[in-house]
């Protein structure tokens, strides 16, 4: 299902109107409703149909967005149709579907069950060279721009609300995990 012009200017104010991002501290986690719980898992049933492809195009709308996060890849000179079938590019894709995809298994107990394992990945990003914790923010909008190509006419404001508030949340813990290193770092 390909985006048409509509959607981008529809996802694309909706960026707009919710473009603060998570920061770091403790914050509220979002209390999701059954219905924005039903809403989630339904459109992911969707997007998780070829998951190193969608999340392919997730990381190609990343490094489209910020080329400067490619830079912290095994690949960072591979391009177009070789990048798409690089296994080291496909594997990373596909594990990154999974973090999604155990979020969306864990709704109910989201901070619960996936809070220390997003905490514990985002510690590891911080140990990586010339990794920068505002290359986190532009996931925000690579998720929710392909979920919107790939869900088409599917795609609505309670669709991107509901995605919205898990994709903050995963952002949210994987910024107070590279935090916390650097706390740590400091009282030592």
């Known amino acids: ?48 149909n070829d998951m190193p492809t969608v999340g392919g195009k997730i990381f190609e709308k990343i490094f489209h967005l910020n080329p400067q996060v490619k830079q912290m890849f095994s690949f960072p000179d591979v391009t177009g ?3 798409a079938r690089d296994a080291r590019f496909r594997g990373h894709a596909f594990r990154f579907m999974q973090v999604l995809g155990a979020s969306v298994d864990n709704i109910d107990e989201l901070d619960h069950i996936m809070g220390p394992m997003l ?9 990586y060279p010339g990794f920068k914790m505002h290359y986190f923010d532009v996931f ?6 392909v979920f919107a190509e790939e869900l088409g006419s599917k ?28 706390d740590n770092k400091g009282r030592e």
């Open 1 to 48: 299902m390909g985006c048409t012009v509509s959607q981008m200017t529809y996802t694309d104010s909706l960026h707009k109107r919710t473009a603060a991002t998570p920061g770091h501290g403790a914050q509220r986690v979002h209390v999701f409703t059954d219905k924005e719980k039903h809403c989630i898992r339904r459109t992911w049933k969707v997007v998780s």
């Open 81 to 83: 149709v070789e990048l």
């Open 119 to 127: 905490l514990d990945l985002g510690s590891q990003h911080y140990h």
């Open 140 to 145: 925000i909008i690579a998720i929710l721009d």
């Open 155 to 182: 795609y609505n404001e309670k669709v991107y609300n509901a995605w919205r508030h898990v994709v903050d949340f995963i952002i949210l813990k994987l910024k107070e995990g590279c935090m916390n290193v650097v």
